[in-house]
């Protein structure tokens, strides 16, 4: 396929702008109605759905004939998820990740984005308007963190081995405390991610893999030498999003995590 390109930094520089605009002018002063339940118990902010809109409106714009799928957006119409399933690029948009944080007042959230062109993700953006934190990369040009390119490479860790787990995943990292030290449950994905770019922790296992939640996370890992994979080893596919996804500082310690959390494939 023809290369998707856009500058990378035209994209961060909307994120910024909603989020000053935005986000952090409602963070810790939402008000009675701005806070509402969607299916399953999470939350929506007026600032969710007006971030959303807003990037909408105006990330098209930097690739003509792209389209969007929000979260939001999906939630309201579930027909807009099948848009990643056409030839036209999309821009997938997580408006707030950590949307309880957000809402209680706890500054672990961020602004998401990724851009994929049938079937590949081209590029991924996260932004944490609370520290400032920035990380966005493109497919075969690397990975910026905070404006410095950043490598993981085979053997780069350190010290006590670091991870996040989801349900059932959770227990069963915690069951190996010999070779994970500490194992979390889930806060914020996008700020997991950008945990394991940073080094401070190794692996993330998810088992609701929402390509709003996850496409930009895992990519940026891989193209900065990270792996992640389905437990079986299939592809991540976020237009059909099944499976249990592992998303590593390495391959190495990829299949070691593997190894001890994918009872189905022991």
Same mark, same amino acid.
């Given at each position: 396929?023809?290369?998707?390109?856009?500058?990378?930094?035209?994209?961060?520089?909307?994120?910024?702008?909603?989020?000053?605009?935005?986000?952090?002018?409602?963070?810790?002063?939402?008000?009675?109605?701005?806070?509402?339940?969607?299916?399953?118990?999470?939350? *929506?902010?007026?600032?969710?759905?007006?971030?959303? =809109?807003?990037?909408? /409106? #105006? &990330?098209?714009?930097?690739? !003509?004939?792209? $389209?969007? *799928?929000?979260?939001?957006?999906?939630?309201?119409? =579930?027909?807009?998820? /099948? #848009? &990643?399933?056409?030839?036209? !690029?999309?821009? $997938?948009?997580?408006?707030?990740?950590?949307?309880?944080?957000?809402?209680?007042?706890r500054p672990t959230f961020a602004v998401m984005v990724s851009l994929v062109s049938r079937g590949e993700v081209v590029g991924g953006w996260i932004y944490?308007?609370?520290?400032?934190?920035?990380?966005?990369?493109?497919?075969?040009?690397?990975?910026?963190?905070?404006?410095?390119?950043?490598?993981?490479?085979?053997?780069?860790?350190?010290?006590?081995?670091?991870?996040?787990?989801?349900?059932?995943?959770?227990?069963?990292?915690?069951?190996?405390?010999?070779?994970?030290?500490?194992?979390?449950?889930?806060?914020?994905?996008?700020?997991?991610?950008?945990?394991?770019?940073?080094?401070?922790?190794?692996?993330?296992?998810?088992?609701?893999?929402?390509?709003?939640?996850?496409?930009?996370?895992?990519?940026?890992?891989?193209?900065?030498?990270?792996?992640?994979?389905?437990?079986?080893?299939?592809?991540?596919?976020?237009?059909?999003?099944?499976?249990?996804?592992?998303?590593?500082?390495?391959?190495?310690?990829?299949?070691?995590?593997?190894?001890?959390?994918?009872?189905?494939?022991?």
């Amino acid at each position: 396929m023809s290369r998707v390109v856009v500058d990378p930094d035209r994209v961060m520089s909307l994120m910024k702008t909603a989020a000053a605009e935005i986000v952090l002018p409602r963070f810790q002063s939402l008000q009675e109605g701005e806070v509402n339940e969607k299916d399953g118990g999470e939350l *929506v902010t007026i600032a969710d759905i007006e971030t959303e =809109k807003w990037l909408t /409106a #105006r &990330l098209p714009d930097l690739l !003509p004939g792209s $389209i969007v *799928v929000g979260e939001e957006a999906v939630f309201a119409d =579930k027909s807009v998820f /099948a #848009r &990643l399933a056409g030839d036209d !690029p999309v821009w $997938i948009i997580d408006p707030i990740d950590g949307t309880w944080n957000f809402a209680n007042g706890r500054p672990t959230f961020a602004v998401m984005v990724s851009l994929v062109s049938r079937g590949e993700v081209v590029g991924g953006w996260i932004y944490e308007p609370v520290n400032g934190t920035t990380v966005m990369g493109s497919r075969g040009d690397g990975v910026l963190f905070d404006g410095a390119p950043v490598r993981l490479s085979e053997g780069d860790h350190q010290g006590d081995i670091a991870g996040t787990a989801a349900r059932h995943l959770f227990a069963r990292a915690e069951q190996r405390p010999d070779v994970i030290a500490d194992v979390y449950r889930p806060n914020c994905a996008g700020h997991e991610y950008v945990l394991i770019l940073s080094g401070e922790r190794a692996f993330s296992a998810y088992t609701k893999l929402l390509p709003w939640d996850h496409v930009a996370g895992s990519f940026l890992v891989t193209e900065a030498g990270g792996h992640s994979a389905l437990l079986d080893g299939g592809q991540y596919d976020f237009a059909n999003p099944d499976g249990n996804l592992l998303t590593a500082e390495s391959s190495e310690m990829w299949h070691n995590i593997c190894a001890i959390i994918d009872h189905e494939g022991a």
